[in-house]
C-alpha cells in the first residue's frame, strides 16, 4: 500500500465505531417496529379495497414528510439568516454544505421508503396494514437521529441511516417476496 492511499483510510477506531452504531441502529429500528406492530393498539379497519390502501399508504407518507421539511426549513434558515444567502455571489456554501447533504440523504431515503410503502400497502392484509404508520413514525424517529448525530459528529449518523435503511430494505424484500413468489410457483407447477 503507498504511503498516499493509507492516508485517505480511515482509522480502524472509526471503523468499529461506526459498525457499532450500525448495530446498534438495526436492532433499534427493528426492535421498535416489531415491538409497536405486536404491543401498541393501533386499530386500522375498514379499508377493504386497492385504492383504501394506497390512500392509507399515502397518509402515512405525509408523516414521513417532516424531516424533509424540517431540513429543508434549516436549509432555508441558513440561507437566510448568514452571508450563503446569496449562492451566486458565493462567500457562504460552506455554512449550508452540512445541511444540504443532510436534507439531500433525507429526501433520497424518503424517496425509497415512499415507494416501499406505496408497494408494501398492495400485499397487506388489513390486520397488518398497521405496520404502515409504524415505518412512518420509525423513518421519521430515525431521520431525526440521522440529522442530529450528522450535525453532532458526522460518524455519528451511523444509527439514523442504519435505522432507516433497515426497515426500508425489509420492506423491499418482503415485497419482492411478494412479486417474485407467484412467479416461482407457477414455474415449479
Same mark, same amino acid.
Given at each position: 500500500?503507498?504511503? %498516499?492511499? +493509507? $492516508?485517505? %483510510?480511515?482509522? %480502524?477506531?472509526? $471503523?468499529?465505531?461506526?459498525?457499532? +452504531?450500525?448495530?446498534?441502529?438495526?436492532?433499534?429500528?427493528?426492535?421498535? @417496529? /416489531?415491538?409497536?406492530? $405486536?404491543?401498541?393498539?393501533? +386499530?386500522?379497519?375498514?379499508?377493504?379495497?386497492?385504492?383504501?390502501?394506497?390512500?392509507?399508504?399515502? &397518509? @402515512?407518507?405525509?408523516?414521513?414528510?417532516?424531516?424533509?421539511?424540517?431540513?429543508?426549513? *434549516?436549509?432555508?434558515?441558513?440561507?437566510?439568516?448568514?452571508?450563503?444567502?446569496?449562492?451566486?455571489?458565493?462567500?457562504?456554501?460552506?455554512?449550508?454544505?452540512?445541511?444540504?447533504?443532510?436534507?439531500?440523504?433525507?429526501?433520497?431515503?424518503? /424517496?425509497?421508503?415512499?415507494?416501499?410503502?406505496?408497494?408494501?400497502?398492495?400485499?397487506?392484509?388489513?390486520?397488518?396494514? %398497521?405496520?404502515?404508520?409504524?415505518?412512518? @413514525?420509525?423513518?421519521?424517529?430515525? &431521520?431525526?437521529?440521522?440529522?442530529?448525530?450528522?450535525?453532532?459528529?458526522?460518524?455519528?449518523?451511523?444509527?439514523?441511516?442504519?435505522?432507516?435503511? *433497515?426497515?426500508?430494505?425489509?420492506?423491499?424484500?418482503? @415485497?419482492?417476496?411478494?412479486? /417474485?413468489?407467484?412467479?416461482?410457483?407457477?414455474?415449479?407447477?
Amino acid at each position: 500500500m503507498t504511503q %498516499k492511499s +493509507q $492516508h485517505r %483510510k480511515a482509522p %480502524k477506531e472509526s $471503523h468499529i465505531w461506526v459498525r457499532n +452504531q450500525i448495530i446498534v441502529g438495526i436492532i433499534l429500528s427493528i426492535g421498535m @417496529c /416489531l415491538g409497536a406492530y $405486536h404491543f401498541l393498539p393501533i +386499530q386500522i379497519s375498514d379499508i377493504k379495497s386497492p385504492a383504501d390502501r394506497l390512500v392509507l399508504a399515502v &397518509r @402515512c407518507i405525509s408523516i414521513s414528510t417532516i424531516p424533509v421539511f424540517a431540513l429543508f426549513k *434549516s436549509v432555508a434558515d441558513t440561507r437566510f439568516f448568514t452571508r450563503a444567502i446569496d449562492p451566486v455571489k458565493g462567500g457562504g456554501e460552506d455554512m449550508v454544505d452540512v445541511p444540504n447533504r443532510i436534507l439531500r440523504n433525507t429526501t433520497e431515503q424518503f /424517496l425509497l421508503h415512499a415507494v416501499g410503502l406505496l408497494t408494501l400497502s398492495t400485499f397487506l392484509d388489513e390486520a397488518s396494514l %398497521k405496520i404502515l404508520p409504524i415505518l412512518s @413514525c420509525d423513518f421519521v424517529i430515525f &431521520r431525526m437521529l440521522f440529522w442530529w448525530g450528522y450535525l453532532n459528529a458526522p460518524l455519528n449518523r451511523a444509527v439514523g441511516m442504519s435505522g432507516t435503511a *433497515s426497515t426500508t430494505i425489509c420492506v423491499y424484500a418482503y @415485497c419482492m417476496y411478494c412479486i /417474485l413468489k407467484p412467479v416461482f410457483i407457477s414455474f415449479i407447477g
